[in-house]
Structures are given as C-alpha cells and as structure tokens.
C-alpha cells in the first residue's frame, strides 16, 4: 500500500511537471508461459489495463530472451514465431484501449529479424529502442539505430564500460568483462550514433530515457549518477530536439 501511495505520488508529480509515463510489462517470451501464447497475451491484457489506469500512454513489452540462450536458429525461429503470435493479439486489445504497444530489442533477435516481425504487424506495435543492446549481439548500434529507428517514437539508452581480465603476467588477456553503466561513464558514444539517434527525432517525437542498471545495495550515488548522466546527454544532443526531452 505504501509503496502503491508511493509511485502514485511520483506519478502525479510527473503529470504536474509536464512529463508523460509510459508504462513497462513484465517479459512474455515463451520460457516465462509454457510456450502459451493465449496465456501471455492474457496477462499482457493485465499489464494493458494497469497502464490505463496509471495514465500511461503505451505499454513497452521484453520477451525476456537472450540470443545466447537460443541454442540453434530452430530455437531462434520458432521464438520469433511464438512472439508474432503474442503480440499480433496484443496489438488489438492495444488499440482498443489506445494504448500504444511497442516491444523491446532486448538482445534476443537480429536487425533483419526485428525488421520483419515489426512490418508483419504494419504499425500496431513500435519498437522501444535501446541503443546499446545491439552490442550484445554482436550488431553495430550505428547501424541498429538508422535501420530500426523508423518503427520506434520511444527508447532509452546506457553506456557500456569494458575492463580487461588479465592472465598472471598481466601482457595478455582471457578476455574482457563488460558493465552496463549511465550514458556518459563508458564508450558507446561516439559522434556517429549520437548523431544517428538525432536523426530519429528530425522531425517527430522521440522519447528519450536513461537505463543505468549500475546502481549498489547500500551505496547512495544514482542522484549524483543521474545529473552526470543528464549534463552528458544534454551536451552530446544540444542541437537536438532530443535535448528538451532529457532536461
């Protein structure tokens, strides 16, 4: 209860700040439903009428999935079957209650994939775009944000810090580890994508968001995290209409 009067409150102090909620599902891929398509769109149907009454203007939806996990292109192929099914049903109860649907690319399936699955739909679901999941399968977030930028008006981004594993002599490496981190705290940013991203935006509404996904039990620093992450951003889309979403 205390936690529901909680994001209630944030809610409402959004709204009275001129800021838009847009609602987020749980995952719906098939492993999280027994491979039942009518149960996840059930729930989803859930998800749907919860962002209603939140006064949310969209539901953004994740399978869940990672490619990695996806042992075979059989096993990639029959989730992206499954996935159509889910959201091809989703998308009209969506539209019944005009609330806009978009699915995340959350490192489960390729650009072209992505690509096809979203015209099979013909604009009943967008694409929440993250801009750096494309490193997790291996794709160029260049190349990701200027051919699947056309199916997303929403998406957020995060910075990736890579350190090195050294073996005992400290000349070689075992390899890397990879973080996620705040926008501005790692290497992703290059002048190609952020002036990739701006593009999506010339013209149309784009919103713009900040995943972290670096934050410790214990250590009191996201705010201090945050205002770093908001200045950088500011700077990198100062000639952008992305800038007056971020402030």
């Given at each position: 209860?205390g936690?529901t009067?909680a994001?209630?409150?944030g809610i409402?102090?959004?709204?009275?700040?001129?800021?838009?909620?847009?609602?987020?599902?749980?995952?719906?891929?098939?492993?999280?439903?027994d491979?039942?398509?009518?149960?996840?769109?059930?729930?989803?149907?859930?998800?749907?009428?919860?962002?209603?009454?939140?006064?949310?203007?969209?539901?953004?939806l994740?399978?869940?999935?990672?490619?990695?996990?996806?042992?075979?292109?059989a096993?990639?192929?029959?989730?992206?079957?499954?996935?159509?099914?889910?959201?091809?049903?989703?998308?009209?109860?969506?539209?019944?209650?005009?609330?806009?649907l978009?699915?995340?690319?959350?490192?489960?399936?390729?650009?072209?994939?992505?690509?096809?699955?979203?015209?099979?739909?013909?604009g009943?679901?967008?694409?929440?775009?993250?801009?750096?999941?494309?490193?997790?399968?291996?794709?160029?977030p260049?190349?990701?944000?200027?051919e699947?930028?056309?199916?997303?008006t929403?998406?957020?981004?995060?910075?990736?810090?890579?350190?090195?594993?050294?073996?005992?002599?400290?000349?070689?490496?075992?390899?890397?580890?990879?973080?996620?981190?705040?926008?501005?705290?790692g290497?992703?940013?290059?002048?190609?994508?952020?002036?990739?991203?701006?593009?999506?935006?010339?013209?149309?509404?784009?919103?713009?968001?900040?995943?972290?996904?670096?934050?410790?039990?214990?250590?009191?620093?996201?705010?201090?995290?945050?205002?770093?992450?908001?200045?950088?951003?500011?700077?990198?889309?100062?000639?952008?209409?992305?800038?007056?979403?971020?402030r």
């Amino acid at each position: 209860r205390g936690a529901t009067h909680a994001v209630l409150g944030g809610i409402g102090a959004a709204e009275a700040a001129g800021i838009g909620i847009r609602a987020s599902g749980e995952v719906f891929g098939s492993p999280f439903f027994d491979n039942n398509s009518a149960r996840a769109v059930a729930q989803i149907g859930v998800w749907m009428t919860q962002a209603e009454q939140l006064g949310s203007d969209g539901l953004m939806l994740a399978t869940g999935i990672y490619r990695s996990d996806l042992t075979s292109q059989a096993a990639i192929d029959a989730e992206l079957k499954y996935v159509r099914r889910v959201l091809d049903q989703a998308a009209d109860r969506a539209a019944d209650l005009g609330l806009a649907l978009s699915v995340e690319n959350s490192s489960d399936f390729s650009t072209s994939e992505l690509e096809g699955l979203l015209d099979s739909l013909e604009g009943r679901c967008e694409l929440f775009l993250d801009v750096a999941n494309p490193l997790n399968i291996s794709e160029n977030p260049v190349t990701v944000v200027e051919e699947l930028g056309r199916f997303a008006t929403a998406g957020h981004v995060k910075d990736v810090i890579r350190t090195s594993v050294w073996n005992f002599d400290r000349a070689h490496r075992y390899g890397y580890g990879v973080e996620f981190a705040y926008p501005g705290e790692g290497s992703v940013f290059s002048p190609e994508l952020i002036s990739a991203i701006t593009r999506i935006a010339d013209g149309r509404e784009f919103a713009l968001g900040i995943e972290g996904l670096n934050s410790r039990v214990g250590v009191d620093d996201q705010f201090e995290k945050l205002n770093k992450s908001l200045a950088f951003l500011r700077s990198a889309f100062a000639d952008s209409e992305i800038a007056e979403v971020v402030r």
